[in-house]
């Protein structure tokens, strides 16, 4: 009688377990937003190849523009920051299906989406890296120096240089000279839920900081200067 009564007990809760797993417990609901990303030069379209002028009056032609953005947040009605799963994407003005990255999100509102600009420490120092962090992507310098957050290549007849070019590859990411910056974006609207941001190339010249094309043509290493870059950048996105 007690080992029916253990049996019965069992199949019990057996059959509870099952059904309380598959019928009382659900995950969150979810949804997609679609990021678009538009860069720009003031407020002219940037076309690599295309003759324009910096914000300083400088006449230049870039040729490569790309950047990294990874590690979004979303900020709920109530000021929660939200973390979303860690993903990297390489946006590059030369392939328009980088500059389109689709999201999953907490159904939920909210008023910010927040992302870091490069990539974080840890990314930096794990090896050999695969997708948008493939070192053949044009992104990474060397095992010390790590990942180029934001890449800027050009001509300009004001560049003391050889081909009159200029180029700005920003990193690093140690203390002291880490280049990653934080952005956060208010969120006033979403339409055919997809968030436009556009990326204002002329921040990398005229923001926190002054920097010219005729006085500073080339940064290729961490430092003081990929700093000034960096805190520049970190002012070229909103919403558009």
Wanted: charged share 20%; proline share 3%.
């Amino acid at each position: 009688m007690r080992k029916l009564a253990a049996i019965i007990f069992l199949s019990l809760v057996w059959v509870g377990g099952f059904c309380f797993s598959n019928s009382d417990i659900s995950l969150p609901a979810s949804k997609k937003i679609t990021l678009v990303f538009h860069n720009s030069i003031g407020k002219e379209e940037l076309v690599l190849g295309n003759r324009t002028q910096n914000i300083l009056g400088e006449n230049m032609t870039v040729q490569k523009f790309k950047y990294y953005i990874s590690n979004f947040s979303i900020i709920d009605l109530t000021g929660k920051s939200v973390v979303l799963p860690v993903q990297y994407f390489l946006v590059d003005e030369a392939d328009t299906a980088s500059k389109i990255i689709t999201l999953t999100i907490p159904d939920i509102s909210f008023t910010k989406i927040e992302f870091l600009l490069g990539v974080d420490s840890m990314r930096n120092v794990s090896g050999i890296q695969t997708g948008a962090l493939d070192p053949g992507k044009g992104m990474f310098w060397t095992w010390n120096s790590g990942y180029i957050m934001a890449k800027l290549e050009g001509e300009s007849p004001l560049a003391n240089a050889a081909g009159n070019r200029f180029t700005y590859h920003i990193g690093g990411f140690r203390f002291g000279v880490n280049t990653v910056r934080k952005i956060s974006l208010a969120v006033t609207a979403i339409q055919n839920n997809e968030i436009h941001i556009n990326a204002d190339l002329n921040q990398w010249f005229k923001s926190k900081n002054e920097l010219r094309i005729a006085e500073t043509n080339t940064c290729h290493t961490p430092g003081p200067l990929a700093i000034k870059f960096a805190d520049n950048y970190a002012n070229m996105f909103s919403i558009r």
